[in-house]
């Protein structure tokens, strides 16, 4: 089941080899590690992020830090990576990008900075299964050397807990392989004896156990089937959202000519004076909203102010993007199982609140 389910989702994907795992966590750690991260590397990603993206890196001792996003897409800006990259004294072994709610950062430019400053490229597409940009699928790794999914139950597709790391590098889908059970190798060619004997095996590398089960792997290739009916309606009630609620007390997301988003998420921005009234705007829209049993969510504070990461000395100050995200953004619901009576609703429920903005 799971070689199936890895073969379907590197069609889905356009690349060559698909190693799926236990989650999207384990599959951005084994990527760090299949790309040589060790504790005397660092790592650069988004603060606009889930905070296993930088996390994963710390499990192989590294060191994290962070680039302002661009405001327009909350994804990674190229203009900061090259500022930072021109003044930086430690360059970043990987820089890890993140395909924030489903759109794909500008990756032709990761790339193009990628050959300049010598560092390898991850993309966390947690969010974008399913996108695509420039007429590839997103996890076509045209422009990077691992892309990483998630299977979270939340995500674009689900295996209740599970992830897949996908490249078009064989030793690196072999490397992500080892480290996904424990660096055991049964290839004779692989191994250091000539030992000829059915049950003979070769630990070669140290691995974990990161394996996905073959009923997770089953529920995923089922799901596979469905992807794009599921993006299909992503997409639908995005744009219906998108006509609705034009406002100019909102701010709602676009998305590039050249790019389509999966649209795991549906950010809005308040609009105000400063944070503090986008902020508070914010807060009486979600007040409101959850009086009309409308969930709403907050994706996601940036990493350097969670108190593991601000021990590290990062400070919001070098961050005026994700700064000002952070005071306005709020994620309204955008599941494929709504109904058109549910989109309706959320709609209605938001515009009877900015009406009532002061
Ligand atoms: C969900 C998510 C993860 C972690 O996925 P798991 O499968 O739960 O480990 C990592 N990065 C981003 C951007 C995510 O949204």
Redesign the pocket.
């Known amino acids: 089941m799971i070689g199936r389910f890895e073969e379907a989702l590197s069609d889905a994907c356009g690349a060559r080899y698909a190693v799926a795992m236990n ?4 599959a ?1 750690h084994a990527a760090y590690l299949a790309l040589g991260v060790t504790h005397d590397d660092v790592v650069w990603t988004t603060p606009i ?2 905070v ?2 930088a996390n994963a890196a710390v499990y192989c001792g590294a060191k994290v830090d962070f680039v302002d996003i661009d405001p327009r897409t909350f994804n990674m800006s190229v203009e900061s990576l090259e500022a930072k990259l021109n003044r930086a004294e430690t360059l970043p072994r990987v820089v890890a990008v ?1 395909h924030m709610a489903g759109q794909s950062c500008d990756m032709a430019e990761i790339h193009r900075l990628s050959k300049i400053y010598g560092f390898s490229v991850i993309e ?1 597409a ?2 974008a299964l399913g996108g695509s940009y420039r007429n590839s699928p997103i996890g076509s790794c045209e422009f990077s050397d691992i892309t990483v999914l ?3 139950p ?2 674009i597709i689900t295996t209740g ?3 897949a790391a996908v490249t078009n590098r064989p030793e690196i889908a072999r490397k992500l392989q080892l480290l996904r059970s424990h660096g055991i190798t049964r290839n004779p060619a692989e191994m250091t004896a000539g030992v000829n004997e059915s049950w003979y095996y070769e630990q070669i590398d140290i691995g974990y156990n990161y394996r996905m089960t073959d009923i997770q792997a089953a529920l995923g290739s089922s799901q596979l089937t469905r992807l794009n009916e599921f993006v299909n309606r992503r997409n639908s009630i995005a744009s219906f959202y998108t006509d609705a609620l034009a406002s100019d007390h909102l701010e709602l997301p676009t998305v590039g000519s050249d790019r389509r988003s999966a649209f795991h998420l549906y950010v809005i921005r308040t609009v105000g004076r400063d944070a503090n009234s986008c902020s508070a705007r914010r807060r009486f829209l979600a007040q409101r909203l959850f009086m009309d049993n409308v969930s709403t969510n907050l994706h996601y504070i940036p990493v350097y102010r969670q108190p593991f990461y601000a021990k590290h000395g990062h400070r919001p100050i070098d961050f005026p993007n994700a700064e000002h995200y952070y005071a306005s953004a709020l994620t309204i619901p955008l599941y494929p199982g709504m109904s058109d009576g549910d989109v309706e609703c959320v709609t209605n429920s938001v515009l009877r609140a900015i009406s009532n903005f002061s």
């Open positions: 989650s999207a966590t384990s951005l992020t889930f296993a993206t993140v966390d947690s969010h998630s299977f979270h939340v995500k807990e599970g992830g």
